[in-house]
């Protein structure tokens, strides 16, 4: 089956600009995942929907990050505008339960 | 506190010889854990994960980790490295409400021929 697809795989833009991420779950998969992976840290997360809905976005700073599942099914992340500390790779995670996450590739982002 | 601290930021082997990635945890609920590894420019892939069955489990490509409630560990283990264990190793924790994946920093494995 196809994995968890995600775009652009790089992205270098200047701080505040905005960007926007993509995300394609493994079909069927109704829970997705944003992470923030630091260089040097373990991924945290950032957000998680369950189909449309969100269920945890506690670690989302809200006056810069945005996200939506439009149709359950794919989502886009949002950072507007960024600023230098947000340079780090963001993944996109689905599961069918809460145990089973499955990654995609990440985002690189570099803001100068 | 719930958290995770992997105890080696890089360790280094020879092939052939044994890999021991060390994890400890900390929480006050019966915990859910499981390594992740990822290779450079891949996602990240589950390993094996500890979910309050057997307390040694086993996962993909010859690793193991033993749940030892007492000593608040999981570490990761394989008897014979190979280089294509060479990525970075994650130790992760499903927090208490079951919502989120609470990952350490990472063990970088370097393996030399």
């Known amino acids: 089956e196809a994995g968890v697809a995600q775009s652009p795989r790089y992205k270098i833009i200047e701080k505040r600009q905005s960007v926007a991420f993509w995300c394609n779950p493994i079909s069927g998969h109704a829970t997705l995942y944003w992470y923030q992976q630091i260089l040097g840290q373990g991924p945290k997360l950032l957000i998680q929907?369950?189909?449309?809905?969100?269920?945890?976005d506690s670690q989302l700073p809200k006056d810069r990050f945005s996200a939506e599942r439009l149709k359950g099914v794919d989502s886009t992340l949002k950072i507007q505008p960024a600023k230098l500390e947000d340079s780090a790779v963001y993944l996109c995670a689905s599961s069918t339960r809460q145990t089973e996450q499955y990654f995609g590739p990440g985002t690189r982002l570099t803001v100068t | 506190a719930q958290s995770v601290t992997q105890l080696d930021s890089h360790v280094s082997v020879s092939e052939g010889t044994p890999v021991l990635l060390r994890c400890n945890y900390s929480?006050?609920?019966?915990?859910?854990l499981f390594w992740y590894v990822q290779h450079p420019n891949k996602g990240l892939q589950l390993l094996l994960k500890y979910t309050s069955a057997a307390t040694l489990v086993k996962g993909i490509n010859g690793f193991e980790a033993e749940f030892k409630k007492s000593e608040t560990s999981f570490h990761l283990t394989k008897p014979s490295a190979h280089m294509s264990d060479a990525a970075e190793y994650f130790c992760v924790l499903l927090n208490q409400a079951g919502t989120a994946l609470i990952f350490g920093k990472g063990t970088t494995l370097s393996v030399s021929s």
């Open positions: 929907f369950q189909n449309n809905g969100v269920v945890d």
């Open positions: 929480s006050s609920y019966s915990p859910s």
